[in-house]
């Protein structure tokens, strides 16, 4: 009982976290920005420590992701413009994803997910490639390995066993949505909801990937 109120507690700890940041990030209150950015994905780490038992490479790789992710996180919150450094940081927390989801000894491929994945990277990539410049090769590798992120957690679901494996799917859906939504505002058009969307998605999407290692 202690454990689960424990583990409730810090749930709501993530929730108010990250409300925080998106809150501190719509005033412009850099300081604020600069401690709950990288505190809300500590706290995702410490949850996917608190409810984890026994540690496999699955496990090992996960938590590999989620400190990458922190690393890109501290990049991307600098005032100077660290996005090409941010974006390599994910990208091998995106590889690190892959690594977990595909440690199995079965791959599930769903042929209708490929090819609307492919075609909503396509059309991403359309629309943005004009505004890409020196960064268009380090971002057609990051959607390359975005998409590739999303199709091996599927895989997870179906074959890994775990009872939770449906939120890692999940959650590397609506990591390619915040990543969408990013990528759109820096190189087309930002709007007044843009940030906050970009964040909520994304710590969501961390929080249940997170959340898929229950064992």
């Known amino acids: 009982m202690k454990i689960l109120i424990m583990f409730n507690v810090l749930l709501l700890v993530i929730v108010l976290s990250g409300f925080s940041h998106i809150v501190a990030d719509y005033l412009k209150k850099d300081v604020l920005c600069y401690v709950f950015k990288p505190l809300t994905t500590l706290l995702v780490i410490a949850l996917a420590w608190a409810q984890t038992s026994t540690f496999t ?14 690393i890109g996180d501290i990049f991307l919150m600098l005032k100077k413009d660290y996005f090409l450094q941010g974006l390599i940081a994910f990208f091998v927390a995106h ?15 769903s042929t209708v997910l490929l090819v609307a994945l492919l075609a909503y990277a396509g059309l991403l990539i359309t629309i943005l490639n004009k505004q890409l410049g020196k960064l268009r090769i380090p971002v057609y590798a990051y ?36 990543d969408s939504i990013l990528a759109y505002r820096r190189f087309v058009k930002g709007y007044a909801w843009s940030q906050g969307a970009i964040l909520a998605t994304y710590y969501l999407a961390q929080s249940l990937i997170a959340l898929s290692l229950t064992n």
């Open 57 to 70: 490479p699955v496990h090992y790789w996960v938590f590999a992701g989620l400190a990458l992710s922190l």
């Open 95 to 109: 590889v690190a994803y892959v690594i977990a989801f595909t440690h199995t000894s079965e791959f599930a491929l």
């Open 143 to 178: 959607a390359t390995v975005l998409t590739l992120m999303v199709l091996t957690s599927y895989s997870f679901f179906q074959v890994s066993g775990y009872e939770l494996g449906l939120y890692a799917f999940v959650g590397a859906v609506l990591f390619m949505v915040s």
